[in-house]
């Protein structure tokens, strides 16, 4: 005869095989065991559970797909960090070595002729660096030249030598004038030689190629955007096109960075250059900047 019920002694069972009951406890669950073939099989389930180890999960690729997220968030992290880095650096040296153009003094440039014809330009230790050009004079008096120089803050900071004279016909040609330009809109003034435009003078202006550049670029952007719309339910082409978009975007902000609103220049190698680095740098930012936007739009 059972003494008490089963949903008692199922109670006591976990208690009794870790040996947690009392002496009476124990008797009275072991004489309900000698009676009743439901609680030994539940007793016996219990033991096998205790005895057989838990089952392992064999299956790591979410481990590894986990893994390789975190692998790949670290290396775009280090890799965005290394090209703010490189931005930041261009950056400074490009605006440590932005030309400062200088008024035009006799300290600061002066051109002398030598005995035997030679023409020279001499600097003094304000001028940083220069640029010359020249073509033939329409009179046939001889070769033209403009001429400029200018300053920079890292040439300030660190007392740079001065620039060696340079010989501007060093072939021994006629040297017909010498123009030099402040690069500020002004009239090119004479130092040396005849005056080759006596009804008028002559300016030197900037060149107009970063305009042109940025106008370029402008269109293909607008061009892009009007793809994007136009593919936007295709995921493959509309990522494709994205990727090329945003050259012309970079191209645009760097531009703005390194010239700001004004589209002309009268060192447009030195920008141009600096414009396109910058461009490179912002580009590889925004590609990874909508990997991980896209990433983040998905979850």
């Known amino acids: 005869m059972k003494i008490v019920s089963c949903y008692v002694i199922q109670d006591f069972i976990p208690l009794y095989l870790e040996d947690m009951l009392s002496e009476d406890s124990k008797i009275l669950v072991e004489t309900h065991l000698d009676e009743c073939e439901e609680c030994r099989k539940y007793l016996n389930e219990l033991q096998i559970a205790e005895t057989s180890p838990f089952p392992v999960e064999t299956d790591i690729h979410p481990l590894r797909k986990i893994q390789t997220t975190l692998r790949k968030k670290k290396w775009q992290t280090i890799v965005c960090s290394v090209l703010i880095t490189l931005l930041i650096g261009i950056l400074t040296i490009f605006f440590m070595t932005a030309p400062e153009y200088l008024p035009y003094s006799e300290k600061t440039v002066s051109v002398s002729e030598t005995t035997n014809g030679l023409v020279l330009s001499a600097f003094n230790d304000e001028v940083a660096g220069y640029d010359i050009e020249s073509y033939p004079s329409e009179n046939g008096s001889g070769s033209i030249y403009h001429i400029t120089v200018w300053g920079t803050s ?146």
């Open 154 to 299: 890292w040439h300030d900071l660190t007392n740079t030598k001065e620039i060696d004279p340079i010989v501007l016909n060093p072939s021994g040609e006629k040297v017909g004038a010498v123009y030099y330009y402040q690069a500020d809109g002004t009239q090119d003034l004479l130092i040396y030689g005849e005056e080759q435009h006596p009804n008028g003078g002559v300016v030197t202006l900037p060149r107009l190629s970063l305009a042109y550049l940025s106008g370029l670029a402008m269109i293909t952007f607008l061009i892009c955007i009007g793809i994007m719309f136009a593919v936007r339910s295709n995921k493959k082409h509309l990522k494709r096109v994205i990727a090329i978009t945003l050259f012309p975007l970079s191209y645009l902000l760097a531009q703005l960075i390194v010239t700001g609103w004004n589209t002309t220049t009268y060192s447009a190698t030195r920008d141009f250059a600096a414009i396109l680095l910058v461009t490179v740098l912002l580009y590889s930012l925004l590609w990874i900047g909508s990997k991980r936007l896209k990433r983040h739009s998905i979850r």
